[in-house]
T-cell receptor, first 110, second 110 residues
Framework: GQQVQQSPASLVLQEGENAELQCNFSTSLNSMQWFYQRPGGSLVSLFY???GTKQSGRLTSTTVIKERRSSLHISSSQTTDSGTYLCAMGASSGSWQLIFGSGTQLTVMP | ETAVFQTPNYHVTQVGNEVSFNCKQT?????MYWYKQDSKKLLKIMFSYNNKQLIVNETVPRRFSPQSSDKAHLNLRIKSVEPEDSAVYLC?????????FGKGTRLTVV
């Protein structure tokens, strides 16, 4: 089964609304990262957040190891927030690698 | 700010041709990776390379091969491309558990 489950698959917001993206992991968590992918491919790391809460501007990431989940909160969304948000868990199987979720496609309408 | 550099950004080629993608990281990291992102935006690891040790995802066809001259470079060669190789190929590097990605190379096989 899929090791990293992301929800929702897609989300449409009006500018100014908040968003909550979820990531659930089927195995114990060593580390996790949130990424933002612009239309066109560039993958930008938003948070390296293996546990606890981190904030950067309007973005907040909370990882709860015991519950094997992480969330990304976007407050006061802007049209420039539109894109794909991906979470990934770190796994060590021979070498270190990231296992990605299938992403949340966010569209923020003006 | 990008510190993992990939070239080219895009490449269109015919079935059966050989292609090579370049990747260089300026972060001083000791591990580099190639990931493939399919049309559904799902990212999967292809290779990781650390201290001259290559770890290969067993699902990767043999026509794919990584090539490294030093720890700052990891190129990807595809010997004879197939239509299903059309995808975005993302190079990444890490030191420890946080991973940084390049902007990707979009390959289209016609």
């Amino acid at each position: 089964g899929q090791q990293v489950q992301q929800s929702p698959a897609s989300l449409v917001l009006q500018e100014g609304e908040n968003a909550e993206l979820q990531c659930n992991f089927s195995t114990s968590l060593n580390s996790m990262q949130w990424f933002y992918q612009r239309p066109g491919g560039s993958l930008v790391s938003l948070f390296y957040n293996p546990s606890g809460t981190k904030q950067s501007g309007r973005l907040t990431s909370t990882t709860v190891i015991k519950e094997r989940r992480s969330s990304l909160h976007i407050s006061s969304s802007q049209t420039t927030d539109s894109g794909t948000y991906l979470c990934a868990m770190g796994a060590s199987s021979g070498s270190w690698q990231l296992i990605f979720g299938s992403g949340t496609q966010l569209t923020v309408m003006p | 700010e990008t510190a993992v550099f990939q070239t080219p950004n895009y490449h269109v080629t015919q079935v059966g041709n050989e292609v090579s993608f370049n990747c260089k990281q300026t972060l001083g990291h000791d591990t580099m990776y190639w990931y493939k992102q399919d049309s559904k935006k799902l990212l999967k690891i292809m290779f990781s390379y650390n201290n001259k040790q290559l770890i290969v995802n067993e699902t990767v066809p043999r026509r794919f091969s990584p090539q490294s001259s030093d720890k700052a470079h990891l190129n990807l060669r595809i010997k004879s491309v197939e239509p299903e190789d059309s995808a975005v190929y993302l190079c990444a590097s890490s030191f420890g558990q946080e991973v940084f990605f390049g902007k990707g190379t979009r390959l289209t096989v016609v």
